[in-house]
């Protein structure tokens, strides 16, 4: 499990309890680490800055106590925003039907970069009806999500 994993399994359950999930957590930097969580209010209203304010105030000693990254950090909490980042799963099922971007880790007909509708989505994987067919006249692909570097929802 990697830093990433072990922040969200550490502070999901207590953000649940509060009504908000974790839609992505990301560390980055070497000497001063920062860690930022995105996260969503599962009433589905909109994220604004006083949620984050309080979730900061929630996994911050959390976080010091359970001392999952050693060293000083920045924490950062944020919204998705409306090109929300398609994560997990469970992120894809729930936006079936809705406007897509992505781009693969491989070319798929000397693209990488994809729009269109997230027409269906499994445990292990999606298919998007493409907004702009292939050259050859491709209007849908198949992608397990270990072929997919970045999914957000397009912003109409």
């Known amino acids: 499990m990697d830093l990433s994993q072990r922040v969200e399994t550490c502070i999901e359950g207590i953000l ?6 974790v ?3 990301q560390v980055s930097g070497n000497l001063r ?16 800055i006083d949620d984050c304010e309080v979730v900061s105030r929630l996994v ?19 919204s998705p925003g409306l090109d929300r980042p398609l994560v997990k799963p469970r ?5 079936i039907g809705q406007p897509v971007t992505l781009q693969t880790n491989f070319a798929i007909k000397n693209r990488k970069k994809f729009q ?12 998007v009806v493409l907004e702009q067919p292939n050259d050859d006249k491709t209007t ?3 992608l397990d999500y270990s072929d997919i570097r970045v999914a957000r929802l397009a912003v109409s």
């Open 16 to 21: 649940k309890n509060e009504g908000y999930g």
């Open 23 to 25: 839609v992505r957590v």
């Open 33 to 48: 680490k920062t860690l930022q969580i995105m996260i969503e209010r599962l009433d589905d209203v909109s994220v604004g």
């Open 60 to 78: 911050s000693p959390l976080l010091d106590v359970e001392d999952v990254i050693a060293g000083a950090y920045t924490l950062e909490v944020s």
């Open 91 to 95: 992120d894809f099922v729930r936006f």
């Open 116 to 127: 269109g509708t997230l027409d269906f989505a499994t445990e292990t994987g999606i298919r």
């Open 140 to 142: 849908d692909i198949e």
